[in-house]
């Protein structure tokens, strides 16, 4: 970071001088170029090699690494309606514990892990890919086991390794696009890894035909072929994933197309190099940033549907009476609709630049689909469309909410934190949902669809009082931006920053 060269000259699109301009207003209608929202002149050849050296290498790599870090996490859920609990011999309750011991680490970890990351002692590559590749292997050990004692240590493990990569992954977007341009790449990010467990219905459907194949059971390859996926993957994260915007490799971003991106990054945020106001922050000060907080509980009462809906929707499937096998083909659509309307909402959010009534009308969603199976409606019809209302609600909202942090944010001290605690912390929801579900319970599970409606009411309320207090914070803002002078403004960096409701 301290490498860039900030003089003028090396700042191919003169930054400090364009924002003087916008400033002063003087704008030449006989330029080729446009002025960008935020606040800096594009340069319209630049922006749209930029645009899509990024679009076409950044998001398909990571989301790729979250597709199959989300496969062989939720993977287990068909790996049990093929014969896992049977297979190991697991106790009533051993489902429910091989899902909450692997998010402990996984929570405990992501914010050191991604504060690691941004120290630059090791690639981004070979950080995150190389946890990839050691998951991988993990992930076919679950396939290997012969014990319920062995799956809960692989499951700890992968937990402890799986950490750094959504924290890291999204940290990584964040870093490479503006606020405007994020939300609709986190759409895209999310979308890979709904991606994960609907193709692992279809997978699952496929391998279940192994069974005996090797002397293994069905359930066993689900893992194992998997977990070989997760592999190669790895190897692709190895060799492309590029270092961050101030050190990004020629063979991705020539130093001119480097240089505009980084002063397009900082006419978005603000300046955010070392010394930096932003970057000079004490972590304790991060830490205990309120809105990091807020988002993150808005993020865990979201994300108790979605991995509510990750993790029982296959035995929620078979107990309307459906065959292991069409359980799985009838997740499919469950998660096709997630990302169908993920797309559909983040695009209208974007293009309107509003996030809080979509985020509402998508908690709406949720609750009409935790309304139904609470009350249990007989027919296997109504409560499977239950699943769908869930899905449409609540995957929409995960996107939505990190880019809306991450445009609310800015440094990359707090960038990093503030990621990695929303996605950590947001994920302890996991621990919730993976013991509310309990198995003498079903099929009704008055425990855990009362526990996801109540989250989801309490979801709503906290993005009110997110909205409200940015709102708020916004206008004393601009009353005391009123009163400064020209050269108060310029010396009070946080007074032109804006909250994005």
């Excluded at 592999?231 to 490799?249: G, I």
């Excluded at 020629?250 to 930096?276: H, I, T």
């Excluded at 009350?375 to 469309?385: S, T």
Aim: proline share 4%; hydrophobic share 50%; charged share 15%.
């Amino acid at each position: 970071m301290a490498d860039i060269d900030n003089s003028p000259g090396a700042r191919a699109v003169g930054y400090a001088d364009e924002k003087e301009k916008i400033e002063s207003g003087l704008h030449s209608s006989k330029s080729s170029e446009t002025h960008d929202v935020e606040g800096l002149v594009v340069d319209q050849r630049l922006e749209r090699i930029v645009l899509w050296k990024r679009d076409l290498l950044l998001v398909p790599i990571l989301g790729l690494l979250y597709l199959v870090m989300f496969l062989d996490r939720t993977n287990i859920a068909n790996a049990r309606i093929e014969g896992l609990e049977a297979g190991l011999n697991m106790p009533s309750n051993g489902y429910n514990t091989a899902l909450w011991i692997f998010y402990i680490p996984f929570v405990l970890a992501e914010i050191p892990s991604n504060l690691f990351l941004n120290m630059g002692i090791l690639k981004p590559n070979w950080i995150l890919g190389g946890q990839l590749f050691l998951l991988a292997i993990l992930g076919m050990c679950q396939g290997l086991t012969r014990s319920y004692s062995g799956l809960l240590a692989i499951r700890f493990l992968m937990g402890t390794l799986e950490s750094a990569l959504p924290a890291g992954a999204t940290y990584m977007l964040s870093s490479y696009y503006t606020k405007k341009e994020a939300a609709p790449r986190f759409a895209w990010f999310f979308n890979f890894a709904l991606a994960g467990p609907l193709f692992s219905g279809l997978l699952a459907y496929a391998i279940e035909n192994l069974d005996g194949t090797g002397g293994y059971e069905g359930w066993r390859w689900i893992f194992i072929i998997e977990g070989l996926m997760t592999l190669c993957f790895a190897l692709l994260a190895l060799a492309l994933l590029p270092d961050f915007p101030h050190k990004a490799p020629a063979w991705f971003l020539k130093e001119e197309e480097r240089n505009y991106l980084v002063a397009k990054l900082e006419a978005s945020r603000g300046y955010e190099q070392v010394g930096s106001a932003v970057d000079s922050v004490p972590l304790w000060k991060v830490l205990i940033d309120w809105r990091i907080h807020l988002f993150t509980i808005c993020f865990f009462c979201c994300d108790i549907t979605a991995s509510s809906v990750s993790a029982f929707s296959p035995t929620i499937l078979t107990q309307l009476g459906w065959t292991a096998s069409r359980a799985q083909l009838m997740t499919m659509p469950v998660w096709a609709s997630g990302i169908v309307s993920t797309f559909t909402i983040t695009f209208l959010s974007t293009y309107l630049n509003i996030r809080f009534p979509f985020v509402l009308g998508a908690i709406c969603c949720q609750l009409v689909g935790w309304s139904i199976m609470r009350v249990y409606v007989p027919e296997a019809g109504v409560r499977y469309a239950a699943l769908f209302f869930m899905s449409v609600g609540t995957f929409p909202q995960m996107p939505i909410l990190m880019g809306w942090l991450s445009s609310n944010l800015r440094g990359r001290k707090y960038l990093a934190v503030g990621m990695a605690w929303q996605v950590s912390f947001g994920n302890a929801a996991n621990l919730v949902s993976s013991n509310v579900f309990i198995s003498n319970q079903a099929p009704r599970y008055p425990t855990g669809f009362t526990n996801g409606l109540v989250f989801t009411c309490l979801g709503f309320v906290f993005v009110c009082f997110t909205t409200l207090v940015m709102f708020t914070m916004n206008k004393k803002r601009d009353r005391r931006r009123a009163s400064m002078t020209d050269a108060e403004k310029e010396a009070d960096d946080e007074v032109n920053f804006k909250f994005r409701l």
